[in-house]
């Protein structure tokens, strides 16, 4: 069983960074593939980035490709997401993810990242 704890959401202007953190615990983290995804107000939840074991491979959704990194620090069992270039349209509640099905491999279905483990969410508001 993985636990996760997000942080790092709040409000900021449109252009603007933000960096989210999730800490993980429960499992050897080096085992774990670790995701974020979101949900707008009204909207279903969708993924957002994913990053497998090492940081080496990592997957994007295409509405973030170019303005969001994912990466892990596996020494401090826990990942990140850096947004950058923040539009209105990502606020939303962010969620943190994890999955140990397959040591540490990002698992896909349809091209999806895929995971069983899920954090409680921080907010993340971008202003015009």
């Known amino acids: 069983q993985v636990q996760l704890v997000e942080s790092g959401g709040g409000l900021v202007q449109a252009g603007g960074s933000l960096r989210l953190s999730c800490a993980a615990s429960g499992a050897t983290f080096s085992s774990v593939a670790m995701g974020w995804s979101r949900q707008a107000p009204g909207k279903e939840r969708e993924y957002v980035a994913a990053?497998?074991?090492?940081?080496?491979?990592?997957y994007y959704a295409d509405s973030v490709k170019g303005r969001f990194t994912i990466s892990r620090d596996n020494a401090k069992n826990t990942a990140y997401l850096q947004m950058d270039s923040l539009k209105p349209e990502d606020t939303a509640v962010y969620y943190c993810a994890a999955d140990d099905s397959e040591w540490g491999t990002v698992r896909l279905i349809g091209g999806d990242p895929q995971f069983e483990y899920w954090g409680q969410g921080t907010l993340v508001t971008v202003s015009e």
């Open positions: 990053i497998d074991w090492s940081g080496g491979v990592t």
